[in-house]
T-cell receptor, first 111, second 115 residues
Framework: QKEVEQDPGPLSVPEGAIVSLNCTYS??????FMWYRQYSRKGPELLMY????GNKEDGRFTAQVDKSSKYISLFIRDSQPSDSATYLCAMRNTGGFKTIFGAGTRLFVKA | GAGVSQSPSNKVTEKGKDVELRCDPISGHTALYWYRQSLGQGLEFLIYFQGNSAPDKSGLPSDRFSAERTGGSVSTLTIQRTQQEDSAVYLC?????????????FGPGTRLTVL
């Protein structure tokens, strides 16, 4: 079993839809949770991060962490064609250096 | 400022040949990581350098893979006797300190194709 599970998709939605992306994990030591966005032929770029449980909002993006369920989510409101990319969840025990990444979900937002 | 750069951007090689991939991290970043990204597999950790400490090589898949970091800056990932299963995108990242809530900044990757 992988430490982090993420549905690779692809996920196709119409412009303006609310998108929900999710990951589950097995290691309860993870404390720092991140979402990276990766455009085609580019490296991943940090989009949002949260520390421990709770919600964090940044514009159209909301990240949620439920440590009791070992489940993290990224919501995108009013999705745009420019949001079309692969979204990777990532997590880390802040006492260490190693970041574990999900497989990434490919998102297509159709105009 | 300049981000992480990698070269070459694409590399096509024949099975059995050796390849060298280069990474130039962000100036002042003490931590450097190499990852491998295969289709649908996410990012697989390969090796981690932090300052002058011995690198963590726990992710290298075989002894055909090696990496070095000279002068705490530029890093080279070498794959000897390449196999078709080595075909992937090789990503380099750097960060300020390499632990805690440090942000990793990724380069664009080198797309390796082994024929």
């Amino acid at each position: 079993q992988k430490e982090v599970e993420q549905d690779p998709g692809p996920l196709s939605v119409p412009e303006g839809a609310i998108v929900s992306l999710n990951c589950t994990y097995s290691n309860s030591a993870f404390q720092y949770f991140m979402w990276y966005r990766q455009y085609s032929r580019k490296g991943p770029e940090l989009l949002m991060y949260t520390y421990s449980s709770g919600n964090k909002e940044d514009g159209r993006f909301t990240a949620q962490v439920d440590k009791s369920s070992k489940y993290i989510s990224l919501f995108i409101r009013d999705s745009q064609p420019s949001d079309s990319a692969t979204y990777l969840c990532a997590m880390r025990n802040t006492g260490g250096f190693k970041t574990i990444f999900g497989a990434g979900t490919r998102l297509f937002v159709k105009a | 400022g300049a981000g992480v750069s990698q070269s070459p951007s694409n590399k096509v090689t024949e099975k059995g040949k050796d390849v060298e991939l280069r990474c130039d991290p962000i100036s002042g970043h003490t931590a450097l990581y190499w990852y491998r990204q295969s289709l649908g597999q996410g990012l697989e950790f390969l090796i981690y350098f932090q300052g002058n400490s011995a690198p963590d090589k726990s992710g290298l898949p075989s002894d055909r893979f090696s990496a070095e970091r000279t002068g705490g800056s530029v890093s080279t990932l070498t794959i000897q006797r390449t196999q078709q299963e080595d075909s992937a995108v090789y990503l380099c990242a750097s960060s300020l300190e390499g632990w805690g809530t440090d942000t990793q900044y990724f380069g664009p990757g080198t797309r390796l194709t082994v024929l």
